[in-house]
Structures are given as C-alpha cells and as structure tokens.
C-alpha cells in the first residue's frame, strides 16, 4: 500500500508560480507511475500531468508549456511546478500512483492523496 500526502498549494496571482509536492511512504516509489489531476468546484476531476518510473511525462493540453512535472525517488517525492498560473487552474490538486500504462486514465491509479487547495487570483 502507498500513502500520498501533497503539500504547498495556496494563494497565489494570476501569473505567478506555485510548486506542489506528494511525499510516497509504504512501499517502494521508484516502480510506481504518478499523477496529478485537480477538481474544481462543480467540474470532474481532470488530468493534469504524469510521470512513469521510467521519467517519461505527459502533459493535459490546458497545461502543456506551463506546468512541470518531476519525481526524485531517493525523496519519494513527485513534484509539479507551476507557472503561468491562471484562474482557471484554480482546483483541488490530487497526487495519485499506479502501475498503469496510460497514465491520463485516473480509473487506472491505485492510490490517491487527500488532495492541496490551489486559488489562482485575477
């Protein structure tokens, strides 16, 4: 079993930068694939970026150019790092892991955090 626990969202401007970051504990991290997505109020949770153990990555459309995602496995931390913001990406930001093979499908993700507010000011 794996925990997720994010951590750093918050209030920032339009415009501006916000790293957030999922600490793994339970078992081993490094073989795990891991995702973020993010619900706003009303709205489905969305996909947001993933990363395979391997370090390969893959952006949703609204986010490309913008967000980065990276993992250290030494850490177990997977991290995602904001800029650009707009208010549009205001939401409930979730870490998510698995051993899936298409990393945008949520339904295929085993184990979620609790989730970090982001508020994204115009």
Known sequence: QVQLVESGGGLVQAEGSL???CAAS??????????????????????VAAIR??????YADSVKGRFTISRDNAKNTVS????????ED???????A????????QKDYDYWGQGTQVT???
Not at 53 to 58: F, H, V
């Open 19 to 21: 790293r957030l970051s």
């Open 26 to 47: 339970g078992r081993t991290f490094s073989n795990y694939n891991m995702g973020w997505f993010r619900q706003a109020p009303g709205k489905e949770r969305e996909f």
């Open 53 to 58: 153990w391997t370090g390969g990555t893959l």
């Open 80 to 87: 995602l790092q904001m800029s650009t913001l707009k208010p």
């Open 90 to 96: 205001t939401a409930v930001y979730y870490c998510a």
């Open 98 to 105: 698995g051993r899936v093979l298409v990393l945008n499908n």
């Open 120 to 122: 994204v000011s115009s």
